[in-house]
């Protein structure tokens, strides 16, 4: 299932972000992808706030540096940012692996970059593209139904 969205702001992204997170079961890989700018962190902000992570928009940012931030709610919450990695080994050394599980969502920032690693494995595609200064086209693709509701 494709669903196509449009943010007029950072406030809509991560309220976007805030409905797809609040409908997230557990298991879900969801990788974003889009140019620098274009509300892939914002939208992170908003799906940790939906998956009702403490303090979810204040703490939330890309773990440029660190790589990995978990957040801890109702489920766990991995957000990769692949950005800085050179290779896909460097991205299975982090652990990937032992990220997925029922009781988690996994959030990777620049996934076009680990794509190669999620071969074989069914994750929720999120491209993001400027549309104007502060608009931005949300496209999601194989997301599960229950996105949609």
């Known amino acids: 299932m494709e669903i196509q969205l449009k943010s007029n702001s950072v406030d809509q992204t991560i309220e976007i972000g805030r409905g ?38 204040t703490v939330v940012n890309s773990p ?3 790589i990995v931030n978990e957040y801890i709610s109702r ?9 800085r990695l050179n290779s896909i080994a ?3 050394m982090l652990g990937f692996d032992d990220y997925c599980r029922s009781d988690s ?13 999620l071969a074989g494995i069914k994750f929720i595609r999120i491209e993001l593209s400027h549309l104007g200064p502060n608009e931005r086209a949300i496209h999601i693709i194989n997301a599960p139904e229950y996105l949609a509701e």
């Open 20 to 57: 797809i997170g609040s409908r997230l079961k557990g298991g879900e890989i969801i990788g974003l992808i889009g140019q620098l700018g274009s509300g892939k962190t914002h939208l992170i902000k908003g799906i940790a706030c939906g998956i009702a992570a403490e303090s979810a928009e």
């Open 105 to 117: 969502v996994v959030l990777i920032e620049w996934a076009d970059r680990v794509e190669s690693a």
């Open 64 to 66: 440029t540096f660190v």
């Open 75 to 83: 489920l766990h919450v991995y957000h990769i940012d692949a950005y």
């Open 90 to 92: 460097e991205f299975e």
